[in-house]
């Protein structure tokens, strides 16, 4: 991207960044704000809804107080003789017993329907009582004048009287065997629940065939002192909260939540259709939302309130009211999207936004268009003059570009820096010249340091050759001194020296091999021809052993473990490198013991399966099965920091007349030309444990198989 477009973007991110930073506190202010001020429309609102319904509650009390107080005047009065023919005049008794309306005279609209079973006390009086109330609701409905506005009688012989202008012949279609005596529209007017003769009002029911909330007002009737049964009035709720809560909402999205005395949901907002038809075996509830039950268990007042302005309910946002509807004790909740109050809000912010969008652009396009005129085109002409200069180091450039600004200062600098250049470059030839001359001088060194240790490692394998050699004619002189001195059996003293000599012909042979291993190295031709492969593993380690018996200290031990199969095994591997390697790992544990007492192991076996093993010479995964050689040592250990280097050629431990570090790396070779691997575990102050793994696969005998069987 061109810097006068960064430039431009810049400015415009600037503008941008800006515009957000400042506009998210102003429209998280202006939110409070519109928010305290809707909730004061809100609380209004709910005020004047909710004493609406409070009024129409309050209405009831003084209905039935009036009503009972005219019933029981009317059951105070004298019996007349003509009483009880009025009530066989306009009764008469079903097939069940029961006394109902005659139907052939009677009109439910005017006039209130009768249910009358068969009781155990049935005289003339109870005849009368239930013909007097009749008359009296007959007139108090017949007066009524509010839409589903129903009263009603029950007595405690299971009598009915009902005025329900709904359904006028309600008593007709009544089952024989109601019986409403242990309901809360009786109940409710007992001297247990209800000795202070008050209004009380039933838990809500919603009808499922009206698709309407019921709830009813109870008051008792009394005569002559005793308790003779309810009257009550039924309201139709639904339709009441349908009038006064979707009619006049301010936002279309509120809820409304109504919850009656005993805790039981008459609204309930956004699941009302879930409320209103529950399955056979469940019950409705919240549980699903845990702020909502909390809200409603927050306390409330008889005059809207604000709970909360950040309640979370289905993953949005509310505002929520709350109060207490007199004289029911039932809470109502009106919760309202805050994102609906603040949808004009929002919008103008929007506009705000894509208004400081706009401005931004035409900034950037404006600074774009100079700082193209004013900046880029001196920067163009600095850079085209370093590209010649990058291409052409001999030609100096010429700096056109004059003034004060920071561009010029910055050609006045490039001048500089191209002196410096070209004042560096002779230096710096010069200098490499010296290096080169000084380098040659040190790769000579080299190469005489790594013939002065290649010889000194050489003598070192001699002297431990010759060692040997040494030894077997010591024996071979004291076996020629027994025959003079002892006049021992000559037959015998030959044998022995004969074995002498096969021993140090045995020693030579392997000088003359490492005098060729040394040659094979300096050539670098890294492969041999295998001229005496190992046909018995077992047979050629004992051998070896036996001959480094002598070059070993008495004070160390030794702890031979041979596989045990009664077939031979082979290796890829000459068995003159076998014994080199056996004899160097045997050195080298040696003098990790230092010369004192000590235990040094040597073990074959067959490993199968291994996995989880790395070779420390070549860093490859050993896998597979494997013919495996093991000498273990409980010496001085070595280093975790220099166990990695021990193969490198030339490294050692080891002082200038002990060690060359030349046999590891032989080891190193010779393994690795078998494809064999090399595992080395070592504990300081404990010893080491060197692993040789040389694979079935590449073996040249099929013994393996049956042994590992």
């Given at each position: 991207?061109?810097?006068r ?8 991110n ?6 957000l ?29 909710t ?9 009831s ?5 009036g009503?009972?107080h ?16 009025a009530f066989y ?11 109902l ?14 249910f ?32 589903r506005?129903d ?9 009915e ?6 359904d006028?012949?309600y ?8 019986d ?12 247990d629940i ?7 009002f ?25 308790w ?25 999205k ?21 409320l ?41 946002r509310?505002?929520a ?9 039932w809470?109502?909740?009106?919760l309202?999207?805050v994102?609906?109050?603040m ?38 002409i ?9 291409r052409?180091?001999?030609e ?5 570009l004059?003034?004060n ?8 600098l ?14 710096l ?25 290649l ?9 431990n050759i ?9 024996l ?22 004969l074995s ?14 490492l005098i ?12 041999q021809k ?7 593993l ?5 051998n ?69 093993l790395?070779?420390?010479c ?23 920091q220099?166990i990695n280097?021990?193969f490198?050629?030339f ?23 078998a494809?064999?691997h ?10 080491t ?10 073996t ?10």
């Open positions: 991207m061109k810097i477009k960064k430039i431009a973007l810049i400015v415009f600037g503008v941008l960044l800006s515009s930073l400042g506009a998210l506190p102003i429209y998280q202010f202006i939110e409070t704000e519109v928010l305290k001020n809707e909730f004061v429309k809100l609380q209004e609102m709910t005020r004047q809804s004493s609406l319904i409070s009024e129409r509650f309050l209405e009390e003084p209905k039935l107080k009503l009972a005219i019933i029981e005047s009317e059951l105070d009065k004298p019996v007349q003789k003509d009483e009880i023919h005049a306009s009764m008469e008794r079903n097939i069940s017993g029961i006394w309306n005659r139907q052939s005279i009677f009109n439910g609209k005017v006039e209130a329907g009768a009358i079973p068969q009781a155990t006390n049935e005289n003339d009086d109870l005849k009368i009582q239930h013909l007097r109330i009749k008359r009296v609701i007959d007139i108090f409905g017949a007066a009524a004048n509010k839409k506005e009263v009603w009688f029950l007595s405690l012989s299971r009598g009287i009902m005025f329900d202008k709904n006028p012949n008593v007709f279609h009544e089952k024989a065997d109601a409403y005596r242990q309901t809360p529209w009786v109940t409710y007017g007992s001297p209800n000795p202070n003769k008050e209004v009380l039933t838990p809500p029911l919603f009808d499922p065939g009206n698709q309407s909330w019921m709830v009813s007002a109870v008051y008792p009737v009394y005569h002559a002192g005793q003779v049964g309810s009257i009550g009035e039924d309201m139709q709720l639904s339709n009441v909260f349908a009038y006064i809560f979707e009619a006049k909402q301010l936002y279309a509120s809820q409304h939540f109504l919850i009656d005395a005993q805790g039981n949901f008459v609204l309930a907002g956004q699941w009302q259709k879930q209103e038809s529950p399955t056979e075996n469940t019950t409705f509830n919240l549980n699903t939302e845990p702020k909502l039950i909390a809200l409603f268990h927050q306390k409330l007042t008889d005059t809207p309130q604000l709970l909360s302005n950040n309640i979370i309910v289905q993953n949005t509310h505002i009211i709350g109060m207490v509807l007199k004289p029911i004790n809470h109502y909740y009106l309202v999207p994102s609906e109050i949808a004009t809000i929002q919008e103008l912010f929007f506009i705000l936004c894509a208004m400081t969008l706009v401005t931004g652009l035409l900034n950037g396009g404006f600074i774009f268009k100079m700082t193209g005129k004013l900046v880029t085109n001196n920067i163009k600095l850079a085209d003059q370093m590209e010649r200069y990058s052409h180091p001999q100096r450039p010429q700096n056109t004059v003034g600004d920071e561009i010029s200062e910055l050609a006045q490039f001048d500089f820096m191209v002196n410096k250049i070209q004042s560096r470059d002779a230096q030839s010069e200098s490499l010249n010296r290096e080169l001359r000084q380098q040659k001088q040190i790769n000579q060194l080299q190469k005489l340091e790594s013939i002065d240790r010889t000194s490692g050489v003598a070192h394998d001699f002297n010759l060692g040997c050699i040494y030894g077997y004619l010591d071979t002189h004291f076996a020629a001194e027994d025959i003079n001195q002892k006049n021992t059996d000559q037959e015998e003293i030959k044998t022995e020296i002498n000599i096969e021993q140090m012909r045995s020693a030579a042979a392997r000088a003359k091999n060729d291993k040394m040659l094979t190295y300096c050539r670098r031709d890294g492969l295998i001229e005496n492969p190992v046909e018995d077992h047979e050629s380690i004992t070896t052993v036996s001959m480094l018996r002598a070059a070993i200290p008495k004070s160390i031990i030794f702890e031979i473990s041979l596989l045990g199969t009664s077939e031979k095994i082979a290796l890829s591997i000459d068995e003159t490198d076998l014994n080199q390697i056996i004899l160097n790992l045997f050195i080298n544990a040696r003098d990790a013991l230092e010369s004192q007492k000590g235990i040094i192991k040597l073990a074959t076996n067959i490993t199968t399966d291994l996995k989880d790395t070779c420390l070549c860093s490859e995964k050993i896998q597979g099965d494997f013919v495996e050689i093991r000498v273990t040592d409980n010496g001085c250990g070595i280093e975790s220099i280097r021990i490198d050629p490294f050692t431990t080891k002082t200038v007349d002990s060690g060359t570090g030349l046999g590891l790396s032989v080891i190193s070779g010779i393994v690795h030309n494809n064999g090399i595992s080395v575990n070592s504990i300081v102050g404990k010893g444990i060197f692993r040789l793994l040389f694979s079935i696969e590449q040249q005998s099929k013994i393996y198989l049956n042994a590992v069987k």
